[in-house]
Structures are given as structure tokens and as C-alpha cells.
Nanobody
Framework: QVQLVESGGGLVQAGGSLRLSCAAS????????MGWFRQVPGKEREFVAA????????YYADSVKGRFTISRDNAKNTVNLQMNTLKPEDTAVYYC???????????????????WGQGTQVTVSS
């Protein structure tokens, strides 16, 4: 069993920054692609960013490209999301997810992720 725990959410003014972290326990995530998603009430969960096993390949949603950076520390079993120049429309609950399919690359598809964290709230005020 895998447990993913997100941290680092909070309230920030527009233009500010936050750094989210996702810690994995119960099973290493160092050999798995990881992703970040977000969801606002009444809307579907949407893809934000993904990273492959080594961290050498990343992919971002157009809405966050150039502002967010996903990274990982396999020695610490963590994945991070640095969020800069935050906008009110970035307000959401952010979830990290792990893909244990054995994929060599990364995936944007929500249904291809096997484990999810409980989420952390990010609120950006205007």
C-alpha cells in the first residue's frame, strides 16, 4: 500500500508563490512517474504537471507552463511543485498522484494514476 501526503498549501496573494510537497510512504515512488492535479468544487479534477521516474522529463498544462515547476527527490521519496506568479484562478485543492504501471515515461491521464493523496488547499486572493 502507498500513502501520499501533500503539504505546503495555504493562502497567498496574487503574484505570490507557494511550494507544495508530496511525501510517499509504504512503497518507494522513486521508480514511478508522478503527477499533480487540481480540482475546484463543481468541476472535474484537472492535470497540472507530471514528471517521469528520473526527473529528466516533465510536462505541464498550458495554464501553468512557465509559472509552475515540478521536481522530485528520489532519495527522499518526495515530489514538489513550485508555484510562482500565482493567479486567483489557481485556487483549488491540489493532489499528487503516483503511477505504478511500470511506465517508462509520464502520463497526463488521470485514470492512469493508481494512488492519490488527500489534497492540500491553495487559495490565491486578488
Amino acid at each position: 500500500q502507498v500513502q501520499l501526503v501533500e503539504s505546503g498549501g495555504g493562502l497567498v496573494q496574487a503574484g505570490g508563490s507557494l511550494r507544495l510537497s508530496c511525501a510517499a510512504s509504504g512503497r518507494t515512488c522513486s521508480s514511478t512517474p508522478m503527477g499533480w492535479f487540481r480540482q475546484v468544487p463543481g468541476k472535474e479534477r484537472e492535470f497540472v504537471a507530471a514528471i517521469n521516474r528520473s526527473g529528466g522529463s516533465t510536462y505541464y498544462a498550458d495554464s501553468v507552463k512557465g509559472r509552475f515547476t515540478i521536481s522530485r527527490d528520489n532519495a527522499k521519496n518526495t515530489v514538489n511543485l513550485q508555484m510562482n506568479t500565482l493567479k486567483p484562478e489557481d485556487t483549488a485543492v491540489y493532489y499528487c498522484a503516483a503511477d505504478y504501471s511500470g511506465r517508462r515515461g509520464l502520463t497526463l491521464r488521470i485514470y492512469e494514476y493508481d494512488y492519490w493523496g488527500q489534497g492540500t488547499q491553495v487559495t490565491v486572493s486578488s
